[in-house]
């Protein structure tokens, strides 16, 4: 057992849609400075810096980070999908529970373009060649956006399986939108209707236009420390990473010719068991939740691999409300990445600032009250899922 580990300082700008935001090193920079004043720490007291980004030429992260000083320190791109931005917090968190140092920078930033996610690099493997051949067997491949097939097959699985109703999966999306019109750093603030979801264009079945997270841009920040540090700094009450948990695919996501399990129900479920494990909290101990639903069909497949529900409950679930204020958990009080936005590198720590200020109590008309313990989970497919326990603790 290492050291413990405290997210001390938090930062995050407004998230954009694609034309409409700042260069990414400037969008970062400013992520990195909110984060350093948020802690009340210098530049020059960070010893190591992980930068996330999925879109982008080689060391990018040392260009978003010298925006905020030029001070030689180690900085390590990191690029793993939608789960980039809390795989970077992953390896800050490493370095400062090994005692390699006492105070590390995580950012995670993303300059998207319109339109859906799409291959750079045509003339070579593609890392997903062993997912889209589980779905060409199982579904085939059309003109759909690629992600909307995976996701969406994943959803029509469901359904298929436990005759859940369509209106369910938007029911979510309403949901999401409540939420973010109380984020003013969301890109969609704009609350819709379960029949304004589903009348919007058809995706792939089950998923509409409204059921799809948007191209964004944005970044996001967190300074991570030990205790040692926090105490030197006169900071006493902190958020502390109770655990945390990666995990990659296993065999079932390739052999099962099943499309949930293809995006990464399996991985997530085993790393949701290991943070449970390690920090000693259980589901029913959980306050708020930040999850990665990119798509809504991902989000209902997420209840069930973090546990929140037995698996074929998601639909009594969602129509119970435990999903929301007054309910069990409240999931993604940002609005998720389906309001809030979703910037690939900048989701991770996005999804941790949130979770900070809530169990600060900073969050002001989403707060969730009385908020002690959040949990993270930001899935890439390809693929890691990244789990994470959060507490309120004093030092």
Not at 156 to 161: C, T
Not at 198 to 208: K, N
Not at 251 to 266: H, L, P, Q, R, V
Not at 361 to 383: S, T
Request: hydrophobic share 40%.
């Amino acid at each position: 057992m290492g050291r413990k580990v405290n997210v001390i300082g938090v930062g995050m700008v407004k998230f954009a849609k694609p034309g409409a935001s700042d260069g990414y090193e400037v969008m970062a920079g400013n992520a990195i400075r909110d984060a350093l004043k948020d802690a009340g720490v210098d530049y020059k007291e960070v010893e190591q810096a992980y930068a996330g980004y999925v879109y982008g030429d080689s060391t990018c992260g040392q260009r978003a980070v010298y925006t905020a000083g030029v001070t030689g320190i180690p900085v390590v791109n990191v690029n793993n999908n939608c789960s980039t931005g809390s795989s970077a917090l992953f390896l800050a968190r490493q370095a400062v529970e090994g005692g390699l140092a006492e105070c590390v920078l995580a950012v995670g930033f993303e300059q998207m373009e319109k339109g859906a996610l799409g291959s750079k690099f045509t003339d070579r493997t593609n890392p997903l060649d062993k997912h889209v051949d589980v779905m060409s067997k199982v579904q085939g491949f059309n003109q759909a956006p690629p992600a909307a097939q995976m996701f969406g097959g994943a959803g029509r699985e469901y359904r298929w399986k436990y005759g859940t109703k369509r209106e369910t999966f938007a029911k979510i999306a309403e949901k999401a939108r409540k939420h973010a019109s109380k984020n003013p750093l969301a890109v969609f603030r704009e609350v819709l209707s379960v029949e304004q979801i589903l009348a919007s264009d058809e995706v792939f079945d089950p998923l509409t236009r409204f059921q799809c997270c948007p191209p964004t841009c944005g970044a996001a920040a967190a300074i991570v420390c030990s205790n040692e540090f926090a105490k030197k700094k006169g900071i006493t009450k902190v958020v502390q990473i109770a655990a945390q948990t990666m995990r990659t695919d296993y065999a079932t996501t390739f052999e099962n010719e099943s499309m949930i399990k293809m995006c990464g129900f399996d991985m997530a479920a085993a790393a949701a068991k290991d943070v449970y494990e390690k920090s000693g909290v259980s589901p029913k101990d959980v306050d708020v939740v930040e999850l990665h639903d990119c798509f809504t069909a991902n989000e209902l497949l997420t209840y069930e691999a973090l546990g929140l529900c037995p698996e074929g409950g998601a639909e009594k679930f969602i129509w119970d409300g435990d999903n929301t204020y007054g309910g069990a958990f409240v999931t993604n009080p940002s609005g998720g990445l389906l309001s809030k936005g979703h910037p690939l590198g900048a989701t991770g720590l996005a999804q941790c600032a949130e979770l900070v200020w809530q169990l600060r109590g900073q969050a002001g008309e989403r707060q969730v009250a009385d908020a002690e313990v959040g949990l993270q989970h930001n899935l890439g497919l390809g693929g890691a899922a990244v789990v994470t326990m959060y507490k309120r603790a004093t030092v």
